[in-house]
């Protein structure tokens, strides 16, 4: 039985991220779709509400949704978990990406990342594009799933008022 994990920042998960998903759901046993901290970013909804989009996006038997707010190489220890899963769009994901495999499989030795290369349609798709159009109302039903187009829209165009109002 192989598990993956699958983990990101989701803030908030994108047709693109849907579309990982469902082909690692395909390859492996079972994928673990984590909600984690990015030292490096802000965030725009709070972790509850990434996994509440999570759920209410994903309905797969072999697909679970969890957060975590540590080391990604101790989550996958405590999960029996040997594989993690990235999606590579852009050349420009490489490097970043291929230093996280690295420091990851340094720290647990038993882990591998394995990449899948985005789905051509969402090779230049990543939540701050989604939350950029969504500030401005601009249509979203070809970047994020229907179930939680109500909500980012809300959250940004709120966020938008608060800016314009300064
Ligand atoms: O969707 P993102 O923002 O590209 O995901 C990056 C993420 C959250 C997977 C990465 O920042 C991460 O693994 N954070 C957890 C802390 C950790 O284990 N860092 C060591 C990896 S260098």
Redesign the pocket.
């Known amino acids: 039985m192989i598990t993956a994990i699958y983990?990101?920042?989701?803030?908030p998960v994108t047709l693109g991220h849907l579309n990982i998903i469902k082909r690692a759901a395909n390859a492996f046993d079972q994928v673990i779709v984590c909600v984690?901290?990015?030292?490096?970013?802000s965030g725009t909804f709070s972790p509850e509400e990434r996994v509440d989009f999570l759920r209410r996006t994903i309905h797969l038997d072999n697909v679970e949704i969890d957060m975590?707010t540590?080391?990604?190489?101790?989550?996958a220890r405590k999960k029996g978990a040997r594989v993690l899963v990235?999606g590579l769009r852009a050349v420009s994901d490489f490097e970043a990406e291929v230093?996280?495999a690295v420091?990851?499989s340094s720290?647990n030795p038993e882990l591998d990342t394995m990449f899948f290369p985005s789905g051509q349609k969402y090779s230049y798709l990543s939540?701050t594009v989604v939350k950029e159009l969504a500030r401005y109302s601009a249509n979203l039903t070809e970047v994020l799933p229907r179930e939680i187009i109500e909500d980012v829209k809300m959250k940004m165009e709120i966020k938008r008022g608060e800016c314009d109002g300064k």
């Open positions: 983990p990101g920042s989701f803030d984690m901290v990015n030292s490096a970013k975590h540590g080391l990604l190489a101790d989550y990235k230093q996280m420091v990851n720290l939540s």
